[in-house]
């Protein structure tokens, strides 16, 4: 099974070059986290002093902080603003909607299971071998879209393509693809795969179990409001940025395909317990750094929970993401 750090970009669109995703955390993916689980309702501005030392708290050097938000500001993620000497800084709206899809596509990825019509998407295409490049980025792409190879050149998806997916497939494929919908038929135990054989359920059931047992010893510290400040931004910025992989692991699969007891639903629930109980603490740290480096309100600066990403976000009066594109399903 492909790790999901190969993916290209955690939440890929045209307009707008987000960080590529590492294993470990990486400053720019840092910082767009930060903005996205603070300023994304309203594309807060936040004084560059501001993100410089919440990055300092994450341990990214004042240095490393400069640069990271000026690559971001080239890639169109951030845009500034200068009042005399002081800078401010805050997403770009090609950023903060892209943001906002990718967040509900996340937290919808696991909601309740929906009927299944037994129907497979069946995703078949040939791109010369020396196109290394289109092959890789088609590949990416369609593991975005919550597909997994059965074979070399067959890809496949419980669910239907969307308009906007078809349309980018069609970009990407440039004539050498075909797409259809079909039921399995079963021909016996060793005359091949079965479509669920695509994914690695193994594997991805010890990355359920490897989330489960790094936060569940939390939920008491959680409840009891023992963690405040740093701790709290530190912890909710991390289970972000961990959890939000596994629907791209296991994009939605068929619950009465899977083995009983599949914990994706449990892992749901303590990533909202974890991301949601420490809003208020979080909120509060990130509003009193950036009050040492502005008199201005900073209202704006607000924790969303995961039923506000479930609902969709809306960033400037721009309408709601929708979830088109989402790893949720193609």
Known sequence: MTSPYDIEEIFPDDSVRLP???????PQGLTVTLLADYTLRARAWLPSGAIVALLAEAGVS??????????????????G???GRNSSYRLTPAAALNLAAGGRSIVAAAAADEPWDDQWTLIAFSVPQDEVARRRELRDRLRWFGCAPLYDGLWISPHDLTDKTKAQL???AFGAMTVFRARHVELGHSTGRAPLDAWDTAAITRHYEDF????????????????TGVEAVRARTEVMDTYRRLPILDP????????KGWP???ARDLFAAVYDGLAGPAEDHVRAVASRFTTGPLTDVRAHTVADMLVGLQAAGEPAADRTGSPAGP
């Open 212 to 227: 489960l047992r790094r936060w569940r010893p939390l939920l008491p510290d959680i409840r009891a409001s023992r963690i």
């Open 81 to 83: 603003s200068r009042q």
């Open 252 to 259: 939605r699969l068929p619950l009465r395909l899977l083995p």
């Open 170 to 172: 069609a970009d990407l």
């Open 62 to 79: 004042h240095a490393g902080a400069r640069t990271t938000i000026s690559r971001l500001a080239r890639r169109g993620v951030l845009e």
């Open 20 to 26: 590529r995703r590492q294993s470990g955390n990486s």
């Open 264 to 266: 994706r639903e449990p």
